[in-house]
């Protein structure tokens, strides 16, 4: 691990407990360490060690203006998501609607200040079949619908202001679908509520779990992640009904992965002895910034149509096909007119190629040239973190 990484940590951890890091190594890039930072959505977290430095320790002027506007940033960040939150649950619990506030919005709540945790949307669950009900309060709200999904609806305020409104905690086409699907029975309302909802603290560290488990899957996950589950772990310590998680996990096929994501996150904020496999799976994730990296995604998807057989061009040939053709389970997340009329398919193909084209020519150039230069030691490094982490 490089130094500017493993300093990072350092930083993230003493924010985090609220002590005064040590002081760097002279030979420390403060302006990588940023970087980095800034690249896990981290860099307003690091903020609140580094102004416990010496003077003399601290980043250069430029670098240390650029902390500061990240910590900035997340501050007002915060203030207008937060509010703004609460306007949706409670407007959502006078119409009637059950809600529930995922992800984030509840995380943040554990950290020593709630901007410590960056945030660029929020994430609401409620109920399915009351969407129609649910855009049009949002529009009243002054929201501008952005995008209609088959999981999600996403609508926007302001530059700041971004809601995810949630049907379903994942995907209709993930294989952990059915087990979340019945998540609204096991729910229960928040004290002095009659429509806003919590999950148990164990099914919430379950769903956090898949959801990082997700992103691993598609293309990496970042540190704020692992500080996630090490800052939800140390706030609940003994009060988590273990064997219930593990045994969820299990039927899941995510308690592999949880084990020695929990460890990593032992290794790294409490100074645990690490190992090689721990060490490969940790590079991996700095390097797959906050929601992971599209070489990484692709390496994964040429793997997926190699499987253990076949040349490497065969299998790029078949990723770029479905890239280009998705199957109609896919397709339907973005066009869900589709389920009505799967006969509309290849229409849905020809609108989303022009649109790569016209509207992101530079996204379509780049992982078309990802396509062609993928090498099979990328994708034999992946293969083999996935398969040892049991996804």
Same mark, same amino acid.
């Given at each position: 691990?490089?130094?500017?990484?493993?300093?990072?940590?350092?930083?993230?951890?003493?924010?985090?407990?609220?002590?005064?890091?040590?002081?760097?190594?002279?030979?420390?890039?403060?302006?990588?360490?940023?970087?980095?930072?800034?690249?896990?959505?981290?860099?307003?977290?690091?903020?609140?060690?580094?102004?416990?430095?010496?003077?003399?320790?601290?980043?250069?002027?430029?670098?240390?203006?650029?902390?500061? #506007?990240?910590?900035?940033?997340?501050?007002?960040?915060?203030?207008?998501?937060?509010?703004?939150?609460?306007?949706?649950?409670?407007?959502?619990?006078?119409?009637?609607?059950?809600?529930?506030?995922?992800?984030?919005?509840?995380?943040?709540?554990?950290?020593?200040?709630?901007?410590?945790?960056?945030?660029?949307?929020?994430?609401?669950?409620?109920?399915?079949?009351?969407?129609?009900?649910?855009?049009?309060?949002?529009?009243?709200?002054?929201?501008?619908?952005?995008?209609?999904?088959?999981?999600?609806?996403?609508?926007? *305020?302001?530059?700041?202001?971004?809601?995810?409104?949630?049907?379903?905690?994942?995907?209709?086409?993930?294989?952990?679908?059915?087990?979340?699907?019945?998540?609204?029975?096991?729910?229960?309302?928040?004290?002095?509520?009659?429509?806003?909802?919590?999950?148990?603290?164990?099914?919430?560290?379950?769903?956090?779990?898949?959801?990082?488990?997700?992103?691993?899957?598609?293309?990496?996950?970042?540190?704020?992640?692992?500080?996630?589950?090490?800052?939800?772990?140390?706030?609940?310590?003994?009060?988590?009904?273990?064997?219930?998680?593990?045994?969820?996990?299990?039927?899941?096929?995510?308690?592999?992965?949880?084990?020695?994501?929990?460890?990593?996150?032992?290794?790294?904020?409490?100074?645990?002895?690490?190992?090689?496999?721990?060490?490969?799976?940790?590079?991996?994730?700095?390097?797959?910034?906050?929601?992971?990296?599209?070489?990484?995604?692709?390496?994964?998807?040429?793997?997926?149509?190699?499987?253990?057989?076949?040349?490497?061009?065969?299998?790029?040939?078949?990723?770029?096909?479905?890239?280009?053709?998705?199957?109609?389970?896919?397709?339907?997340?973005?066009?869900?007119?589709?389920?009505?009329?799967?006969?509309?398919?290849?229409?849905?193909?020809?609108?989303?190629?022009?649109?790569?084209?016209?509207?992101?020519?530079? #996204?379509?150039?780049?992982?078309?040239?990802?396509?062609?230069?993928?090498?099979?030691?990328?994708?034999?490094?992946? *293969?083999?973190?996935?398969?040892?982490?049991?996804?």
């Amino acid at each position: 691990m490089e130094k500017q990484a493993q300093y990072l940590l350092e930083l993230l951890k003493c924010a985090v407990l609220e002590t005064a890091p040590c002081e760097p190594d002279d030979d420390i890039d403060f302006k990588k360490l940023f970087s980095l930072a800034f690249s896990h959505s981290v860099a307003n977290t690091a903020y609140y060690s580094i102004v416990k430095l010496p003077e003399d320790k601290r980043p250069e002027k430029s670098v240390m203006d650029n902390f500061e #506007e990240a910590f900035n940033y997340a501050l007002i960040k915060e203030s207008k998501l937060s509010r703004e939150t609460n306007k949706i649950l409670s407007a959502f619990e006078k119409a009637d609607i059950g809600v529930i506030a995922l992800k984030g919005t509840e995380l943040k709540k554990i950290y020593p200040t709630p901007d410590m945790r960056l945030m660029f949307d929020a994430d609401i669950l409620y109920e399915p079949d009351k969407r129609k009900k649910a855009c049009e309060l949002m529009e009243s709200l002054g929201f501008e619908t952005v995008q209609l999904g088959d999981h999600h609806d996403i609508f926007r *305020k302001s530059s700041m202001v971004t809601i995810e409104l949630h049907r379903y905690l994942t995907l209709t086409i993930s294989e952990h679908y059915d087990y979340f699907s019945t998540i609204w029975d096991r729910l229960k309302l928040k004290e002095g509520h009659t429509k806003i909802y919590q999950m148990s603290n164990e099914d919430f560290y379950i769903f956090m779990i898949e959801h990082m488990a997700k992103h691993y899957s598609y293309g990496g996950t970042g540190i704020r992640s692992v500080m996630d589950i090490w800052v939800y772990n140390m706030h609940f310590a003994s009060a988590l009904d273990r064997e219930y998680i593990n045994n969820e996990l299990d039927k899941l096929g995510l308690l592999t992965f949880a084990k020695h994501i929990e460890r990593l996150s032992k290794i790294w904020f409490e100074g645990e002895e690490s190992d090689e496999f721990s060490d490969s799976v940790g590079e991996y994730i700095i390097e797959s910034e906050t929601y992971g990296k599209k070489e990484n995604s692709l390496a994964i998807k040429i793997n997926d149509k190699q499987k253990d057989t076949g040349p490497l061009w065969l299998s790029k040939l078949k990723y770029l096909i479905s890239y280009l053709f998705p199957n109609k389970d896919m397709m339907s997340t973005r066009f869900p007119i589709l389920k009505k009329a799967p006969i509309l398919l290849p229409f849905t193909w020809i609108i989303r190629i022009i649109k790569n084209i016209f509207v992101k020519p530079k #996204e379509l150039i780049k992982n078309s040239h990802n396509v062609i230069t993928a090498k099979q030691e990328d994708v034999d490094r992946i *293969k083999n973190l996935h398969d040892r982490l049991g996804l």
